[in-house]
């Protein structure tokens, strides 16, 4: 990751209370990580610094759409994602960054850079399974779909062959000795 100062905010000259800032995300912030897994990203990231007289409160929300390939199909689209986190800042002896949620800066640190922060948040809200939604209501025409519709076994539908298994089931289910048993009930 090359160090840019677009991500850098001094605090140390901020006022105690809360200041909000904003970053425009594109494909080459993601360059600058040498992630290639998103072809276009639009995002919005908002950040609210709240500085207080010992630590910072962070809170990282971000929205938008980045362009990744559907894994059913390999059409590319824009996904839509959106997320959220928060960090606490706290000063010690030295940096340690082990944890999630906290932040350890040394004594005398005079700004810090979120580019790591937004880097993660947003590629921690992008699911595992990406599919287009042009799959799931059944709009999308291509020739990956295509082939499969003409390679598809044309036999009773899933529905009817679920039906079919249940009505086995129960019939398998019913245990001969039972009849006798209510055989009892009703010769009083």
């Given at each position: 990751?090359?160090?840019?100062?677009?991500?850098?905010?001094?605090?140390?000259?901020?006022?105690?209370?809360?200041?909000?800032?904003?970053?425009k995300?594109?494909?080459?912030f993601?360059?600058?990580?040498?992630?290639?897994?998103?072809?276009?990203?639009?995002?919005?990231?908002?950040?609210?610094?709240?500085?207080?007289?010992?630590m910072?409160?962070?809170?990282?929300?971000?929205?938008?759409?980045?362009?990744?390939?559907?894994?059913?199909?390999?059409?590319?689209?824009?996904?839509?994602?959106?997320?959220?986190?928060?960090?606490?800042?706290?000063?010690?002896?030295?940096?340690?960054?082990?944890?999630?949620?906290?932040?350890?800066?040394?004594?005398?640190?005079?700004?810090?850079?979120?580019?790591?922060?937004?880097?993660?948040?947003?590629?921690?809200?992008?699911?595992?399974?990406?599919?287009?939604?042009?799959?799931?209501?059944?709009?999308?025409?291509?020739?990956?779909?295509?082939?499969?519709?003409?390679?598809?076994?044309?036999?009773?539908?899933a529905?009817?062959?679920?039906?079919?298994?249940?009505?086995?089931?129960?019939?398998?289910?019913?245990?001969?000795?039972?009849?006798?048993?209510?055989?009892?009930?009703?010769?009083?």
């Open positions: 990751m090359k160090s840019t100062n677009e991500y850098l905010i001094p605090f140390i000259g901020l006022k105690l209370g809360k200041h909000q800032f904003e970053f995300i594109s494909k080459k993601f360059d600058d990580f040498s992630f290639d897994e998103f072809d276009n990203c639009d995002i919005s990231v908002d950040v609210v610094l709240e500085k207080k007289a010992t910072l409160e962070i809170s990282f929300k971000h929205k938008g759409t980045v362009n990744v390939p559907c894994d059913l199909t390999g059409e590319q689209f824009d996904l839509p994602i959106k997320g959220k986190i928060k960090l606490v800042v706290q000063f010690g002896e030295e940096f340690n960054n082990d944890n999630d949620e906290l932040l350890i800066l040394p004594h005398g640190e005079h700004q810090i850079d979120l580019a790591q922060y937004i880097y993660e948040m947003i590629v921690l809200s992008v699911p595992h399974k990406r599919v287009h939604p042009g799959v799931k209501d059944g709009s999308l025409e291509t020739e990956a779909l295509k082939k499969l519709k003409e390679l598809q076994v044309n036999g009773p539908s529905s009817e062959q679920s039906k079919k298994i249940k009505e086995e089931k129960k019939e398998e289910e019913i245990d001969p000795r039972w009849d006798k048993l209510k055989q009892l009930l009703t010769d009083k």
